[in-house]
């Protein structure tokens, strides 16, 4: 066979792009701005530093009487 007589061949397909995942911190910082989830956290660390406060005091409250 020569080159003349040989079937054309289709193209090959171009790759298709896989669009890559999305992570949950980028879905998670999409719907939250950065700030608000610093600040959340601090809040909580800082309320329950203050329960834990208030509670010693009750505590060593109850103990001196």
């Given at each position: 066979m020569s080159q003349a007589e040989k079937p054309?061949?289709?193209?090959?397909?171009?790759?298709?792009?896989v669009p890559a995942p999305v992570t949950i911190r980028a879905r998670f910082e999409s719907k939250f701005p950065r700030g608000l989830i610093?600040?959340?956290?601090a809040y909580l660390f800082v309320g329950h530093l203050f329960a834990f406060f208030v509670y010693l005091l009750f505590v060593l409250g109850g103990q001196n009487q």
């Open positions: 054309a061949t289709a193209p090959a397909p171009e790759p298709t792009t610093i600040r959340l956290i």
